[in-house]
């Protein structure tokens, strides 16, 4: 049953954490650090490996996929509650993912236009790559790393085209200790993305999944770093934190002698692909941990009315912008950190005292995720 | 089964025109976009292309200039559409002109718009009007190009290369310098001028800001020695020395590139600039007889382009320093290299750039002289 191969795995990880973060992270940075906001993405090495360590561990010393790790290591009550409560964090996450998807189309590209329609064409699109199973959406994933990691490195190529001010960078290192926390923390929350490995790994071999995971924060680190750095050296550090979507803003001033102009459109397309991954997977890991939680023989049916759910549920997270800018600031890095490390931290805890395992692919239900519709 | 599906939505592809789909005919594209003060409201303007049959192009201007009023720039914006049948398209909008008047008054009255709105693209081109107000600098028409919108924008990208006085200053960058302590904009002056009997628009002068004001304006000359002080390469454009030979005569000479390095220092709590400027050119013309390209000689022009280039910062350095405008952005270089200081005058910037030393240093180098390397010789 080992269908994912490291590659998919480093893929679909990576498409976790880019695409929303790519967006969002330059202006909360920003507006925490400023010029200096670079300097906090290459500090979450740190804290990201400790985090995948803890996942790496865990993957290590379980027989059985998230959610049903919890029931092995914390009994079945408490196992069954978590899982519970946790499909709907997984809600909460695609609600999220497509409710940033919305807001950005809205915003920049078609202002005017029912958010319903955008809604529901992404719920379309993510119902279908659920249907068709797991091993589909690992090759999307690659599809989309392939299209979307260059495309990166030429959008920041193209952004420093546009007047590039380094000076824009310095002073180096002049902030306040807090507020590097802040940023820090912030930064850190991308990488707990990586959760899904805890189910990818039942369908992979979990002695490599280390380097996958490692790859992605390597990955993470120097898309994220590189597009903020273009950022800043592009707009400011102050001016950065002005806009929504700064990165975006950047990219629009790209003018090549003349001619080659207005191509946010291209980054539009690429970056709607990165989303339909996350939101896909988040999407996927919500149907997979009912599946588990309540013993049902499939996961994909569930795919139909979870739809609903997160569809509405993506409206009803705030009423406007600015409280979904607080809500991504102020709230959700907490239940983010509480869902995604620290009850993670405390199975690896319980973990250290366990020893490691022989792996079992033929844990019952095994079968379904990986299968497809051929 | 899957084939009858793919087929389906095949032909359902067809009929998705899109959420925004507009007929071609229908709309219009907007070229330019002018923001005055007018009657104590916010005057708009806007050139948009006018579709011409064939057979009557060259008859009529293939332009529109709309002007609507009102409280905000989005309700004097708005308003056009009460008077145009069609949809704008503003993707090809590439200038932006500011009425003098309005940004004498306050920025406030329109950045905020300007900065946050999607279809105002941060690449546009932006000028400050000078005498006129943007609905007649729009309305104006330029030489050989149709639209005055776009025959404003070649000017000062054609000015760049070939006369060197004026640096294009893009929407984003303007914001970016409206909204970053220790550093204001200047911005290209657009006027109409009579020439023979028709009146052109050109450009003259550039309008210094002091936070969400323009406060002044630079010359030419000043406006040259802002663009040498520039932290980039610049390229191209001319400048004029006395001859080595007889000072009464000039030399030309063109410049291939230039770079500037500004460093700020602090000394007994006393800031001071210093400013590093790197050029070579070609030795372009002489209005005189006489040998002139003569290695000796060519080392007094060297010296007399230094000198020439440094009297121009200079007086670009005195004329900002006068006006309180931080158009060089040294208070980030202060910002940049001693944060601390910065925090101490930040809050009264303005008046301790006025007293900053700055120190010029150049060095011009000479390259080429085209297709003669000796002066032209008389029989």
Same mark, same amino acid.
């Given at each position: 049953?080992?269908?994912?191969?490291?590659?998919?795995?480093?893929?679909?990880?990576?498409?976790?954490?880019?695409?929303?973060?790519?967006?969002?992270?330059?202006?909360?940075?920003?507006?925490?650090?400023?010029?200096?906001?670079?300097?906090?993405?290459?500090?979450?090495?740190?804290?990201?490996?400790?985090?995948?360590? =803890?996942?790496?561990?865990?993957?290590?010393?379980?027989?059985?996929?998230?959610?049903?790790?919890?029931?092995?290591?914390?009994?079945?009550?408490?196992?069954?509650?978590?899982?519970?409560?946790?499909?709907?964090?997984?809600?909460?996450?695609?609600?999220?993912?497509?409710? =940033?998807?919305?807001?950005?189309?809205?915003?920049?590209?078609?202002?005017?236009?029912?958010?319903?329609?955008?809604?529901?064409?992404?719920?379309?699109?993510?119902?279908?790559?659920?249907?068709?199973?797991?091993?589909?959406?690992?090759?999307?994933?690659?599809?989309?790393?392939?299209?979307? %990691?260059?495309?990166?490195?030429?959008?920041?190529?193209?952004?420093?085209?546009?007047?590039?001010?380094?000076?824009?960078?310095?002073?180096?290192?002049?902030?306040?200790?807090?507020?590097?926390?802040?940023?820090?923390?912030?930064?850190?929350?991308?990488?707990?993305?990586?959760?899904?490995?805890?189910?990818?790994?039942?369908?992979?071999?979990?002695?490599?999944?280390?380097?996958?995971?490692?790859?992605?924060?390597?990955?993470?680190?120097?898309?994220?770093?590189?597009?903020?750095?273009?950022?800043?050296?592009?707009?400011?550090?102050?001016?950065?934190?002005?806009?929504?979507?700064?990165?975006?803003?950047?990219?629009?001033?790209?003018?090549?002698?003349?001619?080659?102009?207005? =191509?946010?459109?291209?980054?539009?397309?690429?970056?709607?692909?990165?989303?339909?991954? %996350?939101?896909?997977?988040?999407?996927?890991?919500?149907?997979?941990?009912?599946?588990?939680?309540?013993?049902?023989?499939?996961?994909?049916?569930?795919?139909?009315?979870?739809?609903?759910?997160?569809? %509405?549920?993506?409206?009803?997270?705030?009423?406007?912008?600015?409280?979904?800018?607080?809500?991504?600031?102020?709230?959700?890095?907490?239940?983010?950190?509480?869902?995604?490390?620290?009850?993670?931290?405390?199975?690896?805890?319980?973990?250290?005292?366990?020893?490691?395992?022989?792996?079992?692919?033929?844990?019952?239900?095994?079968?379904?995720?990986?299968?497809?519709?051929? | 089964?899957?084939?009858?599906?793919?087929?389906?939505?095949?032909?359902?592809?067809?009929? @998705?025109?899109?959420?925004?789909?507009?007929?071609?005919?229908?709309?219009?594209?907007?070229?330019?976009?002018?923001?005055?003060?007018?009657?104590?409201? &916010?005057?708009?303007?806007?050139?948009?292309?006018?579709? &011409?049959?064939?057979?009557?192009?060259?008859?009529?201007?293939?332009?529109?200039?709309?002007?609507?009023?009102?409280?905000?720039?989005?309700?004097?914006?708005?308003?056009?559409?009460?008077?145009?049948?069609?949809?704008?398209?503003?993707?090809?909008?590439?200038?932006?002109?500011?009425?003098?008047? @309005?940004?004498?008054?306050?920025?406030?009255?329109?950045?905020?718009?300007?900065?946050?709105?999607?279809?105002?693209?941060?690449?546009?081109?932006?000028? &400050?009007?000078?005498?006129?107000?943007?609905?007649?600098?729009?309305?104006?028409?330029?030489?050989?190009?149709?639209?005055?919108?776009?025959?404003?924008?070649?000017?000062?990208?054609?000015?760049?290369?070939?006369?060197?006085?004026?640096?294009?200053?893009?929407?984003?960058?303007?914001?970016?310098?409206?909204?970053?302590?220790?550093?204001?904009?200047?911005?290209?002056?657009?006027?109409?001028?009579?020439?023979?009997?028709?009146?052109?628009?050109?450009?003259?002068?550039?309008?210094?800001?002091?936070?969400?004001?323009?406060?002044?304006?630079?010359?030419?000359?000043?406006?040259?020695?802002?663009?040498?002080?520039?932290?980039?390469?610049?390229?191209?454009?001319?400048?004029?020395?006395?001859?080595?030979?007889?000072?009464?005569?000039?030399?030309?000479?063109?410049?291939?590139?230039?770079?500037?390095?500004?460093?700020?220092?602090?000394?007994?709590?006393?800031?001071? &600039?210093?400013?590093?400027?790197?050029?070579?050119?070609?030795?372009?013309?002489?209005?005189?007889?006489?040998?002139? @390209?003569?290695?000796?000689?060519?080392?007094?022009?060297?010296?007399?382009?230094?000198?020439?280039?440094?009297?121009?910062?200079?007086?670009?350095?005195?004329?900002?320093?006068?006006?309180?405008?931080?158009?060089?952005?040294?208070?980030?270089?202060?910002?940049?290299?001693?944060?601390?200081?910065?925090?101490?005058?930040?809050?009264?910037?303005?008046?301790?750039?006025?007293?900053?030393?700055?120190?010029?240093?150049?060095?011009?180098?000479?390259?080429?002289?085209?297709?003669?390397?000796?002066?032209?010789?008389?029989?």
């Amino acid at each position: 049953m080992k269908k994912i191969n490291a590659f998919q795995l480093y893929c679909m990880l990576l498409v976790m954490i880019m695409p929303v973060n790519f967006l969002i992270i330059p202006k909360v940075l920003t507006s925490y650090l400023g010029n200096n906001a670079w300097l906090a993405i290459i500090t979450s090495l740190v804290p990201g490996t400790l985090i995948i360590y =803890i996942y790496y561990s865990i993957i290590k010393k379980s027989l059985q996929p998230f959610p049903l790790l919890l029931e092995e290591h914390l009994g079945r009550i408490p196992g069954k509650t978590l899982g519970f409560i946790y499909v709907f964090f997984f809600i909460l996450t695609s609600s999220f993912t497509l409710r =940033i998807f919305v807001e950005f189309i809205e915003s920049n590209v078609l202002p005017g236009t029912p958010i319903s329609i955008f809604i529901g064409v992404m719920l379309i699109t993510a119902f279908t790559g659920i249907k068709s199973g797991l091993v589909s959406m690992a090759r999307m994933a690659e599809l989309i790393t392939y299209v979307g %990691v260059p495309f990166t490195f030429l959008m920041m190529a193209l952004t420093l085209t546009h007047n590039p001010d380094f000076g824009n960078l310095k002073p180096f290192a002049y902030m306040s200790y807090k507020a590097f926390a802040d940023a820090l923390a912030f930064a850190t929350m991308p990488l707990l993305n990586m959760l899904p490995v805890l189910t990818l790994f039942h369908y992979f071999q979990r002695e490599n999944s280390f380097k996958p995971m490692f790859q992605v924060l390597l990955s993470y680190i120097v898309l994220v770093g590189l597009i903020t750095i273009s950022t800043v050296v592009a707009l400011g550090g102050q001016n950065s934190s002005l806009f929504t979507f700064p990165a975006f803003v950047a990219i629009r001033l790209v003018s090549i002698g003349d001619f080659i102009q207005n =191509i946010d459109i291209v980054f539009i397309g690429i970056w709607i692909m990165g989303i339909f991954g %996350v939101l896909s997977i988040w999407w996927f890991m919500a149907c997979y941990t009912i599946q588990q939680v309540f013993n049902l023989h499939d996961y994909r049916f569930l795919a139909a009315p979870t739809a609903l759910i997160i569809g %509405v549920t993506s409206i009803l997270l705030s009423p406007n912008i600015l409280e979904l800018n607080l809500l991504a600031k102020g709230v959700l890095p907490a239940v983010y950190y509480f869902f995604l490390l620290f009850i993670p931290l405390v199975v690896f805890v319980i973990t250290l005292f366990k020893a490691p395992v022989q792996h079992q692919p033929e844990y019952p239900g095994s079968e379904n995720p990986v299968s497809t519709a051929e | 089964m899957k084939r009858h599906l793919f087929s389906l939505l095949l032909i359902l592809l067809l009929l @998705l025109a899109g959420c925004q789909s507009r007929e071609v005919n229908n709309t219009t594209s907007v070229l330019g976009l002018g923001v005055d003060w007018k009657s104590n409201q &916010i005057e708009t303007s806007v050139q948009m292309t006018k579709p &011409i049959p064939p057979e009557q192009s060259g008859q009529q201007t293939p332009f529109v200039t709309v002007s609507t009023r009102g409280a905000t720039l989005s309700e004097a914006a708005r308003k056009i559409f009460l008077s145009i049948p069609r949809q704008t398209i503003w993707a090809h909008s590439s200038t932006l002109f500011l009425g003098e008047k @309005l940004v004498q008054r306050d920025l406030g009255l329109i950045m905020d718009l300007l900065t946050r709105n999607v279809e105002v693209r941060k690449s546009s081109l932006v000028f &400050i009007t000078q005498g006129f107000s943007t609905k007649e600098i729009m309305q104006s028409q330029t030489p050989l190009e149709a639209y005055s919108c776009l025959g404003i924008r070649d000017l000062l990208q054609a000015q760049e290369k070939q006369v060197g006085i004026y640096v294009p200053m893009k929407l984003g960058e303007f914001i970016y310098r409206l909204s970053t302590p220790g550093i204001d904009p200047l911005v290209p002056q657009v006027t109409l001028e009579k020439q023979g009997d028709k009146i052109i628009p050109t450009l003259k002068g550039s309008a210094a800001f002091r936070g969400r004001k323009m406060v002044g304006s630079l010359n030419e000359d000043e406006t040259r020695g802002y663009r040498w002080i520039q932290p980039q390469t610049i390229q191209g454009g001319i400048f004029i020395i006395p001859s080595p030979i007889d000072p009464q005569k000039k030399v030309t000479l063109e410049l291939i590139r230039s770079r500037s390095k500004t460093r700020a220092t602090v000394v007994d709590q006393k800031i001071k &600039i210093q400013i590093e400027i790197q050029a070579e050119g070609n030795f372009y013309e002489q209005n005189s007889t006489g040998a002139v @390209l003569t290695p000796e000689n060519i080392k007094i022009m060297e010296e007399l382009a230094s000198r020439e280039i440094s009297r121009q910062c200079n007086a670009s350095i005195a004329r900002a320093q006068s006006l309180g405008s931080d158009i060089f952005g040294w208070g980030r270089q202060v910002e940049a290299t001693f944060p601390e200081t910065w925090m101490q005058v930040t809050s009264q910037w303005n008046e301790v750039f006025s007293e900053v030393e700055a120190d010029v240093q150049v060095k011009f180098s000479i390259r080429r002289t085209y297709l003669t390397d000796r002066s032209f010789v008389f029989r």
